[in-house]
């Protein structure tokens, strides 16, 4: 059975810098389109970024310039690289696999707070 595993969320203050891991147990990792959402406390969720299988990336307005996706196959895993955190950054955000069936994993919270 296949898996999503999202980590390195935590507390961090505003200006600082946080990077996400998302770990894909499926032996076709490469693929799959990966992707960063978020959820804030009473909102939607919404996308933050995706990587398709070409390394194309796509970016939501309100994080270019200041986050960055990746993603490694030879070890599972994409990333999110994010700088210049705000306050209104604060979010679980979670990682989605797609190809042909969408793959989520439970989500890791990040808070921005002095």
């Known amino acids: 059975q296949v898996k999503v595993v999202e980590s390195g969320g935590g507390l961090v203050q505003p200006g600082g810098s946080l990077r996400l891991s998302c770990t894909f147990s499926?032996?076709?990792?490469?693929?799959?389109?990966m992707a960063w959402y978020r959820q804030a406390p009473g909102k939607q969720r919404e996308l933050v970024a995706s990587i398709t299988t070409t390394r194309f990336t796509n970016y939501a307005d309100y994080v270019k310039g200041r986050f960055t996706i990746s993603r490694d196959n030879a070890k599972n895993t994409a990333y999110l690289e994010m700088n210049r955190l705000e306050p209104e950054d604060t979010a679980v955000y979670y990682c989605n696999a797609h190809y042909v069936t969408s793959y989520w994993g439970q989500g890791t919270r990040v808070t921005v707070s002095s």
């Open positions: 499926s032996s076709v990792f490469s693929l799959y389109i």
